[in-house]
């Protein structure tokens, strides 16, 4: 089983103090930074790009950079986000034209590889790439902004992609994205997640180090 990872969204930091944020949120807890890149055609909205990466990685950030790439297309940012320090890099199949061919670029980049699904896709679109694959990443908000709702039906999702992932025998990743919060994280657990991102639920808190602990300790509960 793979150990549980809480990953907050920087997209509800206060990027006037990013850095900072940063900081406090890894010391409060974190595992990982999730890093969102739109691109206002791929989604409608617009936010940051390598150098922001990279200006993380000079701040002094040392823990895992998973990029979520909302960008259409995809390859050509690829190897600036490899050279800006990302750890893991994902992306939307429907943003690319090869989406083998994307993952394999990305492991060639040396980061690792993840795909990701919008409430709408199919699960079936991990067939014959699955294997090569270092995470999936399930949306479970339409992707574009924090602040949403968790979307239901990404618990059976979670269920069915589980069962691929444990069928496989390999160690993938299975993360989820949008409305994930401290007094849902269990039945998402327990669903099959190992892998949290979570914006505002984090951010929006008085106490980072107090919400990743319940986070953590509901999720501790189901796995
Ligand atoms: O990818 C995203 C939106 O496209 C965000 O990571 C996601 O929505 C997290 O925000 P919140 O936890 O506030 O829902």
Redesign the pocket.
């Known amino acids: 089983m793979q150990s549980t990872v809480i990953a907050p969204?920087i997209?509800?930091a206060n990027f006037a103090r990013l850095g900072e944020e940063v900081d406090n949120v890894l010391k409060a807890g974190a595992d990982w930074v999730?890093f969102?890149v739109m691109d206002n055609h791929y989604?409608p909205n617009l936010t940051i790009g390598p150098m922001v990466c990279e200006a993380l990685r000079k701040h002094g950030v040392t823990a895992p950079i998973d990029v979520?790439l909302?960008v259409e297309p995809v390859d050509r940012i690829v190897p600036d986000f490899a050279k800006a320090g990302a750890s893991l890099i994902s992306f939307h199949p429907e943003a690319s034209a090869h989406v083998h061919r994307t993952v394999q670029l990305i492991k060639a980049s040396g980061c690792q590889a993840g795909l990701v699904l919008n409430p709408a896709t199919p699960v079936e679109v991990l067939d014959y790439v699955l294997e090569d694959l270092d995470l999936v990443l399930l949306m479970s908000?339409n992707?574009?902004?924090?602040?949403?709702s968790f979307i239901p039906s990404a618990l059976d999702k979670l269920r069915r992609v589980r069962g691929m992932i444990d069928r496989s025998g390999k160690a993938i990743r299975l993360e989820i994205?949008?409305?994930?919060k401290a007094d849902n994280i269990a039945d998402i657990a327990a669903a099959g997640a190992d892998t949290f991102?979570?914006?505002?639920?984090i951010f929006n808190a008085p106490d980072y180090a107090d919400v990743i602990a319940k986070m953590k300790a509901a999720v501790a509960g189901v796995r």
């Open positions: 969204s997209l509800s999730h969102d989604v979520h909302m908000v992707p574009g902004f924090g602040g949403q994205d949008g409305g994930v991102v979570a914006g505002s639920a």
